[in-house]
């Protein structure tokens, strides 16, 4: 299955019935009377966050999405039946967009989560409902509401709990092969992964949800290389893991170009908490690690972990770190989502 983050859609609601003029015409019933019945409601456009979906491909081969329009009215006063509605099934993390590509419309962030886009045209009415004391054969009747329609824009961001971010070749796919059952694409190369992966790691104490980003370079943020289309992948993220390339000549200058990227992209990945790694280890010397590692942390100001994806080394220790880093993060939106609820709370009982 090919990976497919954006897609352009049009969608309709369905239009309403209209309404029907009937009279009734029975034996032995000298005045029947109208008996026109109303039309149908048109259907709805629904999105539906779906368990198993991790792209946006089938958004690409259908571009055009039309719920039923509502049936019409008949006569002896029956109604028509509602239009069938039209449901986007969504992978989680879905953002929905207006055409202007800014306007959030949904936000698709829970599996099981149905959002009404947009809803049917009301049916119209039949002739019954214009009957009066002065107007007793009525031959009036209103058609169906029209349906509502637009386009929209449809883009994933992943849903993970840590991304991993840093130039090509820095040990990413590596990495998440090495800590989950993910197997991505390795090669020597720059620019070996072209779309995100995801790594589920499972331990006795949980699970977290690795994502691996393709590489950025120098000039991302103006559309060099693959651009920063893919960061928006790691908006969701708990953490931030920066893996830094032990053997490249010039480390410090390494994390910098990654971080100046991140923080062109926005505040939303500024202040994101980042774990400093310094990969491939295991093609270093005992002295070029420790030379390497000072530089790198006056240049990020921070602690900086030694690892290596290939060996295993510091593997165990940087996933306990991760663990925790994330269950924190976790507590603090539990803890901000309670806040909310109370101060929701507060301002029912006020009003």
């Not at 886009?117 to 169906?144: C, D, I, M, Q, V």
């Amino acid at each position: 299955m090919k990976f497919l983050d954006e897609a352009k859609v049009f969608v309709k609601s369905g239009d309403g019935g209209n309404g029907c003029m009937s009279f009734r015409r029975e034996k032995y019933i000298e005045f029947g009377g109208p008996d026109g019945g109303d039309g149908g409601r048109g259907g709805d456009v629904v999105l539906e966050c779906v368990e198993g979906l991790n792209t946006l491909i089938d958004y690409r081969y259908q571009q055009h999405f039309k719920a039923e329009r509502g049936h019409h009215g008949m006569g002896k006063d029956r109604t028509g039946g509602k239009g069938k509605a039209i449901v986007l099934k969504l992978p989680q993390g879905t953002q929905v967009l207006a055409e202007d590509k800014e306007t959030v419309l949904a936000d698709l962030t829970e599996i099981g989560q149905k959002i009404v886009l947009l809803e049917g045209g009301n049916g119209g009415l039949g002739n019954t409902h214009f009957k009066s004391s002065t107007n007793r054969a009525p031959r009036r009747t209103e058609p169906g509401g029209p349906g509502e329609e637009m386009w929209i824009w449809l883009r994933l961001k992943l849903i993970a709990d840590v991304g991993l971010v840093g130039l090509p070749n820095a040990g990413k796919s590596t990495f998440i092969s090495a800590v989950s059952r993910a197997r991505p694409k390795v090669a020597d190369y720059p620019f070996t992964t072209l779309h995100p992966n995801l790594g589920m790691v499972r331990r006795m104490d949980g699970e977290l949800v690795v994502a691996d980003i393709p590489g950025l370079i120098e000039g991302a943020n103006e559309g060099h290389g693959l651009g920063t289309r893919f960061l928006g992948h790691v908006e969701r993220c708990g953490a931030l893991l920066h893996l830094i390339d032990g053997t490249a000549a010039d480390v410090a200058e390494n994390y910098k170009i990654v971080r100046t990227e991140l923080d062109a992209y926005g505040p939303v990945l500024q202040d994101k908490m980042e774990i400093v790694a310094l990969n491939k280890c295991d093609a270093l010397l005992d002295e070029e690690i420790e030379e390497k590692k000072s530089a790198l942390q006056q240049a990020c100001d921070g602690t900086v972990h030694v690892i290596s994806g290939v060996a295993g080394t510091g593997m165990d220790a940087i996933m306990d770190l991760l663990f925790a880093t994330v269950a924190q993060a976790r507590r603090a939106e539990e803890d901000a989502a309670m806040d909310d609820d109370m101060d929701e709370s507060r301002e029912e009982w006020h009003a």
